[in-house]
């Protein structure tokens, strides 16, 4: 049973943005998230400051509250995962009794087979011999009774193995735990047609499609963008030499790919801070398959149909579903490279997050985050290198 089923994923996670019903927007824009600062050092450079400390969740009693709740409920999605793990691993140990049985079968039948064939050749022998009674010496009871025996085992394991009852179990236990699991894009194809649903943390509903030919061309048949950048890290070589190293440009991935539903989660928001808190949302629930950069990045409409992605794989959806809407034209996203183990004296490239410059905040986004403080207050410095969407 393969855990990366196209279509399938599995972290549930209920969390709600209300913050807009009890506060003014100015009010909400501050305490919502917390804003950072952007200070060129030269050199292709930045340091990403954060302005206010995480004290900016403690304003709100009730955020502290959600965000706990997200925790303890990230918690049970995990336990849940282990328990469908050992699950699993209990229903393909007993699939492998099952080939173990049909092997046993497959002998017993050759088994059977050959001793049909003697038994014939012994009948054709006393049909020869019309004449004289031929009484069955004792051997030859013995054989067949060994035989009738053999008939009844192999026919008795036959109907245990056609039964089925193991893999109805399995189909079962299939609809039992994984409907309703985790609310990542539910995706179908109908006449030509490709259609996603998902929600946000509201629980609000949205749906947009895409032609199956124009899905193909833009996606599946499109070659993956192959620009590189050039990162110069300084005092990382022998002696304190600097090392240039080569990255994927993960900006010419970002095209806008999901105007319509973006609009309409932005038009259900009161700030822009909200919005951006709903997108990073939508992508926390999805599996994520490695904290670090690799090197195969996919179309955002790719991860998106998947509900799974690495580092770079949900920094380009996250960047796509903000820049698919109309307001999100208007700011500036960038990426950020730098080192995840030593985020303000970097040693190596090994992680990409996501800069978000309003007219009036910048906030720094963590993509393969589970939780709002991890998504947003995670780092109080970050040293990197900006590259532009």
Same mark, same amino acid.
């Given at each position: 049973?393969?855990?990366?089923?196209?279509?399938?994923?599995?972290?549930?996670?209920?969390?709600?943005?209300?913050?807009?019903?009890?506060?003014? *927007?100015?009010?909400?824009?501050?305490?919502?998230?917390?804003?950072?600062?952007?200070?060129?050092?030269?050199?292709?450079?930045?340091?990403?400051?954060?302005?206010?400390?995480?004290?900016?969740?403690?304003?709100?009693?009730?955020?502290?509250?959600?965000?706990?709740?997200?925790?303890? =409920?990230?918690?049970?999605?995990?336990?849940?995962?282990?328990?469908?793990?050992?699950?699993?691993?209990?229903? =393909?140990?007993? &699939?492998?009794?099952?080939?173990?049985?049909?092997?046993? /079968?497959?002998?017993?039948?050759?088994?059977?087979? =050959?001793?049909?064939?003697?038994?014939?050749?012994?009948?054709?022998?006393?049909?020869?011999?019309?004449?004289?009674?031929?009484?069955?010496?004792?051997?030859?009871?013995?054989?067949?009774?060994?035989?009738?025996?053999?008939?009844?085992?192999?026919?008795?394991?036959?109907?245990?193995?056609?039964?089925? /009852?193991?893999?109805?179990?399995?189909?079962?236990?299939?609809?039992?735990?994984?409907?309703?699991?985790?609310?990542?894009?539910?995706?179908? &194809?109908?006449?030509?047609?490709?259609?996603?649903?998902?929600?946000?943390?509201?629980?609000?509903?949205?749906?947009?499609?895409?032609? /199956?030919?124009?899905?193909?061309?833009?996606?599946?048949?499109?070659?993956?963008?192959?620009?590189?950048?050039?990162?110069?890290?300084?005092?990382?070589?022998?002696?304190?030499?600097?090392?240039?190293?080569?990255?994927? *440009?993960?900006?010419?991935?970002?095209?806008?790919?999901?105007?319509?539903?973006?609009?309409?989660?932005?038009?259900?928001?009161?700030?822009?801070?909200?919005?951006?808190?709903?997108?990073?949302?939508?992508?926390?629930?999805?599996?994520?398959?490695?904290?670090?950069?690799?090197? *195969?990045?996919?179309?955002?409409?790719?991860?998106?149909?998947?509900?799974?992605? $690495?580092?770079?794989?949900?920094?380009?959806?996250?960047?796509? &579903?903000?820049?698919?809407? $109309?307001?999100?034209?208007?700011? $500036?996203?960038?990426?950020?490279?730098? *080192?995840? $183990?030593?985020? /303000?004296?970097?040693?190596?490239?090994?992680?990409?997050?996501?800069?978000?410059?309003?007219?009036?905040?910048?906030?720094?986004?963590?993509?393969?985050?589970?939780?709002?403080?991890?998504?947003?207050?995670?780092?109080?410095?970050?040293?990197?290198?900006?590259?532009?969407?």
């Amino acid at each position: 049973m393969s855990s990366k089923i196209l279509l399938l994923a599995i972290v549930p996670i209920v969390a709600g943005v209300l913050l807009s019903t009890y506060l003014s *927007d100015e009010a909400v824009e501050k305490k919502f998230l917390p804003t950072y600062s952007v200070i060129p050092i030269g050199g292709g450079v930045s340091e990403i400051v954060l302005e206010k400390s995480t004290a900016v969740l403690e304003e709100n009693e009730e955020l502290k509250t959600r965000v706990q709740q997200t925790a303890e =409920q990230i918690l049970e999605a995990e336990q849940q995962r282990a328990d469908l793990a050992e699950k699993i691993n209990v229903l =393909q140990d007993q &699939m492998s009794v099952i080939e173990d049985i049909r092997s046993s /079968s497959n002998e017993k039948t050759e088994q059977l087979e =050959q001793e049909i064939t003697k038994l014939e050749a012994q009948i054709e022998e006393f049909k020869a011999q019309p004449d004289v009674i031929v009484q069955p010496t004792p051997e030859q009871e013995d054989s067949i009774a060994q035989l009738e025996a053999k008939i009844r085992e192999l026919e008795q394991v036959q109907n245990q193995t056609e039964s089925g /009852s193991i893999f109805e179990t399995l189909t079962g236990f299939e609809r039992e735990i994984l409907v309703e699991t985790s609310k990542v894009p539910a995706v179908a &194809m109908d006449e030509g047609t490709i259609s996603w649903d998902f929600v946000d943390s509201r629980n609000n509903k949205y749906t947009f499609s895409k032609l /199956s030919d124009d899905f193909i061309d833009e996606v599946v048949r499109l070659p993956a963008p192959q620009d590189t950048l050039s990162i110069t890290l300084v005092n990382v070589g022998a002696g304190g030499t600097s090392e240039t190293v080569e990255v994927r *440009d993960l900006s010419k991935f970002v095209t806008g790919q999901m105007p319509q539903p973006m609009n309409e989660l932005y038009s259900t928001v009161t700030t822009p801070g909200e919005f951006i808190f709903e997108v990073w949302w939508i992508v926390s629930q999805f599996e994520l398959t490695s904290y670090e950069m690799q090197s *195969d990045p996919k179309h955002p409409l790719d991860t998106f149909s998947k509900g799974e992605g $690495d580092n770079e794989d949900l920094a380009i959806l996250m960047a796509d &579903m903000i820049k698919s809407s $109309d307001i999100g034209k208007t700011w $500036d996203l960038r990426f950020i490279y730098f *080192d995840s $183990d030593n985020p /303000s004296s970097p040693k190596k490239i090994n992680h990409v997050a996501l800069l978000i410059e309003s007219e009036r905040d910048t906030w720094l986004v963590e993509p393969t985050a589970k939780t709002l403080e991890d998504a947003f207050v995670k780092r109080d410095k970050v040293r990197g290198n900006l590259s532009p969407i």
